[in-house]
């Protein structure tokens, strides 16, 4: 089976703009969980879904939103970025949410 | 949220057994995780233990559960360089969402 797949790897934005990153998760996988990381703060969960309704919020602000297809495929949107928003963003694949999950590569946003 | 905390660096020579430490608060928690990751690249799941268990082995890898104390860790057995990488313990939480602790950077010395 194919990993978790992350796209784009790398990613550079200006401040005030928005981004969209994709998640496509294990076949079979339902849920799907984003996760920011950076030196500061850490790992930090952001959301997670599972068909397609989020189930799940961290503590980050609106800008920070995401959506979950029929296909299980997983995006996530920040909108207005700021340069804290320089991060890298993983995501996780769980066959259900009760299961381990599985990251991918992630994807490396900059903002400058 | 609830705190899950680990050493910030251990370095240990080739050959010698890794240890590394893991405390974590959320008594509530079901399953502990551990997971490695390597520069530039996202989380390797490795082993886990559900928190009805003491002990689990799976190759060069133990981990170990003191639930009372709510203590985790992982005991890398014949450590080699390629083993070089941070090391995550997670617990997750009721809401089923993982809460990870700070990283381990496991340096091993030839």
């Known amino acids: 089976k194919a990993g978790v797949t992350q796209t784009p790897r790398y990613l550079i934005k200006t401040r005030g703009q928005q981004v969209t990153l994709s998640c496509s998760p294990i076949s079979g996988h339902r849920s799907v969980s984003w996760y920011q990381q950076t030196p500061g703060q850490g790992l930090q969960f952001l959301f997670e879904y599972f068909s397609e309704t989020q189930r799940n919020k961290g503590n980050f602000p609106g800008r920070f939103s995401g959506r979950q297809f029929s296909n299980s495929r997983s995006e996530m949107n920040v909108s207005t970025l700021e340069l804290g928003d320089s991060a890298l963003y993983l995501c996780?694949?769980?066959?259900?949410?009760?299961?381990?999950?599985?990251f991918g590569q992630g994807t490396r946003l900059t903002v400058v | 949220g609830e705190d899950v905390e680990q050493s910030l660096f251990l370095s240990v020579r080739e050959g010698d057994s890794s240890v590394i430490n893991c405390t974590y608060t959320?008594?509530?928690?079901?399953?502990l995780y551990w997971y490695k990751q390597e520069p530039g690249a996202g989380l390797q799941l490795l082993t886990y233990i559900f928190s009805n268990m003491d002990m689990k082995q799976d190759q060069r890898l133990t981990v170990l559960l003191n639930k009372k104390d709510k203590h985790l860790s992982l005991r890398i057995a014949d450590t080699q360089t390629g083993d070089s990488a941070i090391y995550f313990c997670a617990e997750r939480e009721a809401g089923n969402m993982l809460t990870f602790g700070g990283g381990t950077r496991l340096m091993v010395k030839p």
């Open positions: 996780a694949s769980r066959e259900t949410m009760n299961t381990e999950a599985f």
């Open positions: 959320d008594s509530s928690s079901t399953y």
